[in-house]
């Protein structure tokens, strides 16, 4: 999903990644918003280069920003901090708990550019706040039906609603599986092609099975039939058996859904009374881990039937 992005108080309220940032001035512009998790030292833009300034970027000044504005002629530093701040910044972050000087505080605070502080070191802080960009600007979307992990393989159940996706996601746990998510999945997209799957806080471990109600699978099974976040390594749809149609009967060609933009196998399951559904799941988990090693059971018998056939020309009569 395009236009994701956070606000500088979004960082400013973080516990989570430990940016331990606090505000110095500029508190009007809070509200100015993040949308790329890299970041820039301004660097030349201090000596008045600004050609390759991305003010939109957050801007981190360390030891050598500061040490060069405390250093530099007072006039000088006013008139390039002047043209600097003119440009719409996002935000200035101060590393190593180092004291700006203020007149940089002054011009900020005038024009509404955020300064934050940081005790980190320099290096410290660029890795925690792009790793808290790069999480926090994901792609995401939801999705309703239940991803469960089967054997490593995240397998995300879809299909419409009262068809039976709760019931195979509780025969999988009682199995040995692992659920991740009931009801509705949460998902976004990591960098460079992967899908991620969660629960959504409220219903992080509960399961809705029509006739019981709402169960807590941790309380239920122990912490290992759950898990809090796992890879999307394919989709099942459930599917009312329908006579009329004709289904895939030797998977030969495999089919893929997109979500975010990202290709997953697609498997469509007939759901009809005697079906052992669980099992079939598992089967396809493991068939998927078959491909993942380069065997591909319906093309081997495909290449099989193949070689026989040329082998014995037509006409031939067996005795």
Known sequence: MDGISLSIQDLLTDNEYGLGLSLLAGKKGLTHRVSSSRIQKPGLALAGYTEHLHPERLQVLGNTE???LQQSDKQVVVEKLTALCNFPISCFIVTKGLRPPQILLELTEARSIPVLATPHQSSTFISLITKFLEERLLPTTHLHGVLIDVLGVGVLLSGKSGIGKSEC???????GHRLVADDMVFIKKKMPAVLIGQAEEALQYLMEIRGLGIINIKDLYGVSAIRDKKIIDMQLEL???DESHEYDRLGIDDQTVTILGIEIPHIVIPVR??????SIIEVAARNHL????????ARDFQERLLARIEARPL???VE
């Not at 996601?169 to 199995?175: E, M, P, S």
């Not at 009374?273 to 669980?278: D, Q, T, V």
């Open 169 to 175: 996601a509780l025969d999988l746990v009682i199995r």
């Open 66 to 68: 500061i040490s060069y």
């Open 315 to 317: 006409g031939d009569e």
């Open 239 to 241: 599917m009312e058996w």
């Open 273 to 278: 009374p005697g079906r052992n559904l669980g």
């Open 290 to 297: 078959l491909k993942g090693m380069g065997y591909h059971s």
